[in-house]
């Protein structure tokens, strides 16, 4: 079956400017998660929705980024006044509610760059 | 606060060698560790998951083993090939509360497998 997607794959944006990042999850994954990769390093964790309520929100580095997940299927990651350190590839992943393994699956990343 | 580490960073070997790659972690409170593979430019596909209950797991060439005590975990890749050369990323998801949604990341390890 069709896997994680995000939309979109490679985005620039000036510095300033509002972004919205999409991810769509595999059908029935209640579970969904957010992170950030910059170049070199491992991923980290930004949001974890369960359902459509953020059961974590912790990595979120400060309040110009925001998480939506409002039917429980889709999230939006939107991120405000963006700063080029904001310049990253965001990674999305979803789960399976009841599967022991919690293994989370990851969709191939939007590419943000922030000129 | 987990910690992840991956020894070596970058390693360069010839076809046909076997291999080891090492990755360590500070809180042995797990539920799971899973290794990834990530292509350049690629999102994370996952290579073996272990559950903290277990010792180790094979996937065809490919052997992780898990001692949760020490806070270790080893991915040895056996007859390795020129397609194999990717970053591997290790992995650890934190047992209790809301942190079953949050991965923990080592920085990853390069590998380069020349023919």
Known sequence: ?115 | KQEVTQIPAALSVPEGENLVLNCSFTDSAIYNLQWFRQDPGKGLTSLLLIQSSQREQTSGRLNASLDKSSGRSTLYIAASQPGDSATYLCAVLNAGGTSYGKLTFGQGTILTVHP
């Not at chain 1, 595999?26 to 359902?51: K, N």
């Not at chain 1, 939107?78 to 789960?95: F, M, N, P």
């Open chain 1, 1 to 115: 079956g069709a896997g994680v997607s995000q939309t979109p794959s490679n985005k620039v944006t000036e510095k300033g400017k509002y972004v919205e990042l999409r991810c769509d999850p595999i059908s029935g994954h209640t579970a969904l998660y957010w992170y950030r990769q910059s170049l070199g390093q491992g991923p980290e964790f930004l949001i974890y929705f369960q359902g459509t309520g953020a059961a974590d929100d912790s990595g979120l580095p400060n309040d110009r980024f925001f998480a939506v997940r409002p039917e429980g299927s889709v999230s939006t990651l939107k991120i405000q006044r963006t700063e080029r350190g904001d310049s990253a590839v965001y990674l999305c992943a979803s789960s399976l509610a009841g599967d022991s393994t919690y293994e989370q699956y990851f969709g191939p990343g939007t590419r943000l760059t922030v000129t």
